[in-house]
C-alpha cells in the first residue's frame, strides 16, 4: 500500500488548473467588491453620458454603471438617459478595456409608473431615485414592445416575472435576462 503510485501530472494541466484558480479567486474579489455597491439618484441636471440629454426630463428607463476604475477613487458611475444608452455605453468602455463592477437599470417591478402616450407613442414614466434601480443581474428585460422611451425602442425591465407576463400581454414583446443583452439586440430595436 505504500507504494501507490500517482499519475504524473502534466505541467500543462498543473498550469490550467492554477490559472482556474487565480480566475475563480478573481472572480470572487470581483464579486464580494461589486456586491456592495449601491445604486445613486440620477435627479436634478444629470446628463446622460451616452447622449448628452437631462436624465429626468425624459420618459421611460433610466440606467447607471459603475466601473472598476472610479470606484476606488469614489467617482461617480457612468450615468444614462435610457437602457439603450446605458448599454450601448458599457459595451463601448468594455471594447477599450474599462470593466463594469455592476449595471443598474429602473425596476419596473419596484414603481409605481404611469403610462402615457404622446401621438402613436406609448410611454412609462421615468423613475431615477436610488430605490427605484435593480442590478442587471436581476432583472429580466422586454425588448420590441409598443412603449419607448427617451431614445425610442427601448429595453423595459422587471424584476418580478408576473409583471413580465403582465406588460406583455398588454403591450407585446419579447422576454429575455438582462444579462443577455448584446449589441445585436439592440440593433434589431
Do not use: K, N, W
Request: charged share 25%; glycine share 10%; net charge negative.
Amino acid at each position: 500500500m505504500g507504494d501507490h503510485q500517482h499519475p504524473p501530472t502534466s505541467r500543462r494541466r498543473l498550469l490550467s488548473g492554477v490559472g482556474a484558480g487565480i480566475a475563480l479567486a478573481a472572480a470572487g474579489c470581483l464579486g464580494e467588491e461589486s456586491a456592495s455597491i449601491t445604486p445613486i439618484s440620477l435627479d436634478g441636471e444629470r446628463a446622460c453620458d451616452q447622449c448628452g440629454m437631462i436624465i429626468e426630463d425624459h420618459p421611460g428607463p433610466v440606467g447607471q454603471v459603475h466601473f472598476e476604475d472610479d470606484e476606488p477613487e469614489g467617482g461617480r458611475p457612468g450615468q444614462f438617459c435610457s437602457s439603450t444608452c446605458t448599454y450601448t455605453y458599457r459595451f463601448d468602455a468594455e471594447d477599450a478595456g474599462r470593466t463594469p463592477l455592476a449595471t443598474f437599470l429602473t425596476d419596473y417591478s419596484l414603481v409605481d409608473q404611469e403610462v402615457f402616450e404622446e401621438g402613436s407613442d406609448v410611454m412609462f414614466s421615468s423613475h431615477v431615485e436610488s430605490e427605484a434601480f435593480s442590478r442587471t443581474t436581476d432583472l429580466t428585460v422586454v425588448a420590441r414592445s409598443e412603449v419607448v422611451g427617451a431614445m425610442g425602442p427601448e429595453l423595459i425591465p422587471f424584476s418580478e416575472e408576473a409583471d413580465v407576463t403582465a406588460f406583455v400581454d398588454e403591450y407585446g414583446g419579447e422576454p429575455m435576462p438582462a444579462t443577455d443583452v448584446e449589441r445585436s439586440t439592440l440593433e434589431a430595436l
